[in-house]
């Protein structure tokens, strides 16, 4: 049975929604949640079960960071750059800016930008199972050491995880969640051992050093991994503190599936952000304090510096085993990061962003989830998978790719909302209150220093060829060069912006109704939009709006025909308007020529409106199947304005 209607109006939602503030949406299928209200406002109907808590979000978010896998993926721009000042110091600095980009987007907990952080979120599943597949047949090698891992090998165990990540993200939401809980769980408790495991067991000592290496040397003595000065050396390393961070977002594209998210999902953002920050330096310094060789470790046959450190520093089986951890907390992430990119995926096709939207944006029927857009981005991803036969400095865009397209695309909202909105922004529940702006003005500026440095090669001059070229302002940048090319030239005359797809009415006008469109099956059901798509109706709108101007070009012409030719006389009720008498040739009073005027200037157009618009609303549809057919053929093609002569005889 159906629920009673229920109405929201937009102007009373913490939302900037593309509806009037006027308009009140109505969803007729079950009673609304106050998290259902937001979303209806925003102009969309619900279609996900929300079994995400704040918790549950949390974990997917922090699945999604991955903090001990991610280290390990990006340890070689960590270390590799500018050695261990660059980890202390550059964990320290880049969190502090890092910190404030999360807090600003918390705050908004908006939609983000389109085509870049898609970007950022189609390689983030690739980019981690890429590395997962390097870590373990690097631990092959360390038990084999006679086997040496082929680029073919890791192309095809990283097709198979992303097949396997696709199949768990095609789950219902429920079993999603309680993943992704045991996941996060799992992930915070490997962090935490091999924090503990690697000062605890290691042989430096055995290999007549000191435990740990020198406060003096660890934050001072920089290592030449670039050939730039160790000022911009250090900003280098920011990129695998900004790729490992990068996974708090994860609630907005989740948000959709939380209960109380205006709440919760700013939480599980600053929770993600502020526990990485702290657990994430941690291990840095765990690391920066035990290494032994840096260049041992970046240029170690094994093809991933994390197993070799670890070889360095520890026992074999203890190495094996911390290794271990690290696999298994990289699956976890890379389920995640797959979850997440789905639902962004999704909200793009909602809104007609991609070809062949229709098929994309559909939810699946049994599980609720978006299935068809996790396999969309399973395929994508195993196509960008290809540039591991380009070698270790190509597939290494995938991670720079994903720290430029998140960072852009979690600026530009916060941007607009500091230097165009400012005192008019609406905040929602959770806000920064007096520390917006500043914060908001330190996140923006981090990022437009950061963008040109990680797309910086760590040579130059004569040192600089492909294969230690920077090929993330190729990989990254061709893309969105296409983008806006296809925007100017095509998508701007078609895209009008996020598409609303729940029935709404104007207040007080109970009759006023406008639908949208259903993007599963075209059918129509309660909330689903029918007739904004039609092109007759759509048409016809356009056509009233048209009225007016046709009516203000008709008396230009007369007025410019009179100019010219003084014999003609308008004798009709217009002409007589503008003479300011009546049908006797007598002067009209005001109240006269007011009745006069509003007669003739709104009974042809209300009249006309109130048809098209009684028609193109209210209609049964096989009767404006009817109408149509007539029109069209008694309508010539090619005629910009029908005439009444032409339409007149239209049964």
């Not at 960590?78 to 910190?99: C, D, E, K, S």
């Not at 373990?136 to 680029?151: F, K, M, R, W």
């Not at 993200?169 to 996060?184: E, H, L, R």
């Not at 969105?480 to 095509?490: A, E």
Request: overall charge negative.
């Amino acid at each position: 049975m159906m629920a009673s209607s229920s109405k929201v109006v937009v102007g009373q939602e913490p939302v900037t929604s593309v509806l009037p503030p006027s308009e009140s949406p109505i969803y007729t299928e079950h009673e609304l949640t106050a998290d259902e209200e937001v979303l209806i406002a925003l102009g969309y109907k619900p279609e996900f079960k929300r079994e995400f808590s704040l918790w549950t979000t949390f974990c997917v978010s922090f699945a999604v960071l991955g903090l001990l896998p991610s280290f390990a993926s990006t340890l070689y721009y960590g270390m590799g750059y500018a050695g261990t000042p660059g980890m202390v110091w550059g964990w320290l600095i880049a969190m502090f800016f890092i910190q404030c980009v999360a807090m600003s987007m918390a705050e908004l907990c908006s939609r983000l930008t389109g085509w870049s952080n898609w970007l950022a979120q189609v390689t983030a599943a690739p980019s981690v199972d890429y590395a997962m597949s390097a870590m373990i047949l690097a631990g092959a090698s360390i038990v084999h050491p006679d086997y040496i891992p082929e680029n073919y090998q890791v192309f095809l165990l990283t097709t198979l995880i992303m097949l396997i990540h696709g199949c768990i993200s095609s789950m219902p939401t429920k079993w999603i969640a309680q993943f992704n809980s045991v996941g996060s769980t799992f992930n915070i408790i490997a962090l935490c051992i091999v924090i503990i495991l690697v000062p605890a067991t290691t042989n430096r000592e055995e290999q007549g050093l000191p435990r740990f290496t020198d406060s003096a040397i660890v934050w001072s003595s920089f290592y030449e991994g670039t050939n730039f000065p160790n000022g911009v050396s250090l900003l280098m390393t920011f990129v695998a503190v900004i790729w490992t961070m990068s996974g708090y977002d994860a609630p907005f594209h989740l948000s959709e599936e939380c209960s109380n998210a205006n709440v919760a999902a700013p939480r599980a953002i600053v929770l993600t952000s502020g526990v990485g920050g702290v657990l994430g330096w941690f291990l840095q310094m765990v690391v920066a304090y035990t290494v032994i060789d840096i260049d041992s470790v970046i240029e170690s046959d094994l093809g991933q510096p994390w197993a070799s450190y670890l070889l360095q520093v520890l026992p074999q089986k203890t190495a094996l085993a911390a290794l271990g951890l690290t696999v298994a907390t990289s699956f976890s992430m890379g389920q995640a990061c797959m979850v997440s990119a789905s639902r962004v995926t999704f909200a793009y096709a909602r809104d007609g962003v991609f070809p062949c939207s229709w098929w994309i944006s559909r939810v699946n029927r049994h599980t609720y989830t978006p299935v068809n857009a996790v396999w969309f981005n399973t395929v994508i991803g195993i196509l960008m998978t290809l540039l591991i036969f380009g070698g270790a400095i190509a597939v290494g865009a995938l991670f720079s790719i994903a720290a430029v397209a998140a960072f852009v695309a979690f600026t530009i909202p916060i941007f607009i909302r500091v230097f165009f909105v400012a005192n008019r922004f609406r905040p929602g529940p959770w806000h920064l209150g007096k520390f917006s702006m500043p914060i908001g003005t330190a996140a923006c500026a981090f990022v437009a220093l950061m963008v040109p440095i990680l797309m910086l090669p760590s040579s130059t001059g004569v040192d600089l060829d492909p294969t230690v070229m920077n090929w993330t302002c190729l990989v990254w940048g061709a893309p969105m060069f296409m983008v806006i090319l296809w925007w100017i030239f095509g998508a701007r005359k078609w895209f009008k912006g996020p598409k609303v797809n729940i029935e709404h009415q104007m207040l007080g006008r109970e009759g006023n109704v406008v639908d949208g469109k259903d993007h599963d099956s075209g059918g129509s059901t309660s909330g689903s939009m029918i007739r904004d798509g039609d092109s007759f109706y759509r048409d016809s709108l356009r056509a009233v709006k048209n009225l007016a101007g046709i009516a203000v070009a008709r008396v230009n012409a007369r007025s410019k025909d009179e100019e010219e030719d003084k014999s003609l006389e308008w004798k009709d009720l217009l002409a007589r308007l503008m003479e300011g008498r009546d049908g006797n040739g007598e002067g009209m009073d005001r109240e006269e020529l007011t009745t006069d005027a509003l007669v003739a200037g709104s009974d042809t157009t209300s009249n006309t409106s109130c048809v098209q618009v009684c028609i193109g609303s209210c209609a049964p549809q096989d009767v404006m199947e009817k109408i149509k057919a007539g029109l069209n053929e008694a309508i010539p093609d090619g005629t910009t304005i029908p005439e009444f002569d032409i339409v007149k005889d239209s049964p």
